[in-house]
DNA sequence: CGTTAGCACTCTGGCTTGTCGAGTGCTAAC
DNA sequence: GTTAGCACTCGACAAGCCAGAGTGCTAACG
């Protein structure tokens, strides 16, 4: 069914009154400032239309009208004009990121923050990794007599270490040959394929040294669970407290949601690629009712990738927050392509 | 001033009462409590005058009366009777810590978790790490041909890495000498001792790899100085969303406190050892007010400690926080010191 | 037929009012 | 020093009222 001209510009007019003020909006309000103004009787007919349509409700009677989910998604898919950055906003988050950009997470981390607080929402990321990654190397450091750290370096460019404590005391030669086997065992299998039978099977090619490094080998094991599966964080939760949106229930309930990570790393790794979002009810988690998500992926060269984006009131600004994500990640994508130095004609000559 | 072992008595009850509901207590209410009851009206005499010392206060003139901060001093200090933890609290705690507890960081985060859970408070704590702390060794990982990785072990057993990338790609010789300019330079040097100017004679040192070196050292430095300071990390901050004592405001500008590590570092790093409580506004922190803090240090054999406590509203039940705290912090000293290897007669046969 | 003006209607939010109950302080008796 | 009794105060809560905003409907207009 489509839309009156007229009709879509009274929407959008009534969505972008409302992201601005959060009040239900009334047809005098609109007069002044729609393009050629009709009289607010008009207007009137027009918006009851558009309720019947199951574009517009009111909370009450005699109170303006509210957009709904319906009414958001059609102005993100076809109403909205977007917002895109000007050169200063890129050149201020190009400062950001590159400035302490050496390291993969400090990456992440710092584009979050700028994020979190460029939107007023919470911004969520998601470590660069995923099954397809591939182990890259693995090391073996003495701590002390009986214990020691084990150091993964994913293909994604993520370190994570794990200290390991022995029953007893272990010599260096001990450590060292279960460096030299995890390395050969390991190195390059992508972290989907490490089970606990492969884990197994090297207690027994450990030889004599074998159950003496079982602690290790269990730690090892935990590492590889860890490196394989994508660590959500979040930034800006206070955000939240400081949107008059958010009532201290409301808020309350989607911060729990949000740190139950498990339902959060489900939600965003069944997105689909591309730029999504899910407003309100569309997640089918009464927890989001009245929130949105907007996440994309940022994409390595090769072959893991991980999600940025923000969750916030539905009636957050998309017309400027989308693109602002989408650079984002897109940057993103690019300077972890330049640190793990994949060949993939992209100019890497900035700078 | 000396108080009647009665008043003491009232005192107690009240403040009993009030860490129980919340809501003022009238006299009335106190009759069933006390051991050799009086009379209502005996008891509204003796907190009148226990107003007038400064111990209570009411909110309005027909209302019951609240303990002031002196009074939870005061029931701290010499009142309260601590409520021990019985063995089957030591049991789940060394249960949990224990569990995961060969890594250092885990272990710290699993306790920090279950203080909070078992509180309902916010926990917090700082890495076992300060300026005495030496370098235990570092490591120079290649990460891509540009690009490698820093590893910092520090005597506290923390591991701390970071990315950095070079000007153009160097080979495995630069990195090996990398690798031992820096363990022979700083290996068993304190972490404060390192500076700049250290840091840049190394420039020389490395002769014709020096210049290309040079953002190795710069992450070098930043790591050192990363892992110089206490690390602070809150947990459960959402319980703080869940307390009735916490509106909205409160809650919300509590934990924009608390966001700002720079001044919970410094409050915590100011305070003398042993177990402390700081009372709402005893810390001379506006934000603070309403909230108690109790932190404790948990002491690894050597020099390198770290704090463990909990923040929550002033009317926390500090009889079994208090206990609870300090067996936490004794398990955590006494697990790192098996991790860490250090030789000071406690007995590792455990388990 | 679409648009406009006018009007009666509805509903919310804020304000005032009145009542209830908890708890106190004081006084006088024990 | 302790207790009983009583008048008083104050906040919480419900009920009632008013003003304002916004609507839906109808009738007139081009």
Same mark, same amino acid.
């Given at each position: ?65 509210? #957009?709904?989910? =319906? %009414?958001?998604? /059609? ?6 004009? *977007? ?5 200063? +906003? @890129? ?53 002390? #007599?009986?214990? =020691? %750290?084990?150091? /993964? ?6 370190? *994570? ?5 022995? +029953? @007893? ?75 008059? +949106? ?106």
């Amino acid at each position: 069914m489509e839309l009156g001209e007229r009709k879509q510009r009274i929407l959008s007019a009534v969505i972008d009154v409302f992201i601005r003020t959060g009040e239900p909006v009334g047809s005098k309000a609109l007069v002044g400032l729609l393009e050629n103004s009709v009289s607010s009787a008009t207007i009137r007919n027009d918006m009851a239309e558009l309720a019947a349509m199951g574009y517009l409700e009111q909370p009450h009677t005699s109170a303006g009208r509210i #957009p709904t989910a =319906a %009414a958001f998604r /059609l102005y993100i898919d076809r109403l909205m004009k *977007r917002n895109e950055l000007s050169d200063e +906003d @890129r050149r201020g988050i190009d400062g950001i990121l590159t400035h302490a950009a050496d390291d993969p997470e400090k990456l992440i981390g710092k584009a979050s923050q700028a994020l979190a607080e460029e939107t007023g929402c919470v911004a969520v990321t998601t470590t660069p990794t995923g099954k397809t990654a591939d182990i890259r190397m693995i090391d073996v450091l003495r701590v002390s #007599p009986h214990s =020691a %750290a084990l150091l /993964l370096m994913s293909g994604s460019g993520l370190l *994570r270490t794990r200290v390991c404590r022995f +029953d @007893r005391e272990v010599g260096d030669k001990t450590l060292e040959m279960l460096s030299q086997h995890l390395n050969q065992s390991f190195c390059g299998c992508s972290l989907s394929e490490i089970g606990l039978p492969q884990i197994q099977s090297m207690v027994v090619s450990l030889g004599e040294h074998g159950l003496l490094c079982a602690p290790a080998l269990n730690a090892f094991y935990q590492l590889v669970q860890e490196s394989a599966e994508a660590e959500v964080s979040l930034t800006g939760q206070l955000n939240l407290l400081h949107h008059p +949106d958010y009532d201290h229930e409301r808020a309350r309930d989607l911060l729990s949601f949000l740190a139950r990570r498990e339902l959060l790393t489900s939600l965003l790794t069944a997105m689909p690629k591309g730029l999504r979002v899910v407003i309100g009810s569309e997640s089918h988690r009464p927890e989001l009712d009245g929130s949105s998500i907007i996440v994309t992926r940022y994409n390595l060269g090769g072959g893991p990738d991980g999600s940025i984006g923000i969750i916030g009131p539905l009636r957050m600004n998309y017309a400027t927050a989308i693109p602002r994500i989408e650079y984002f990640a897109r940057s993103i994508g690019k300077i972890l392509d330049e640190i793990m130095g994949e060949n993939n004609a992209r100019n890497t000559d900035e700078e």
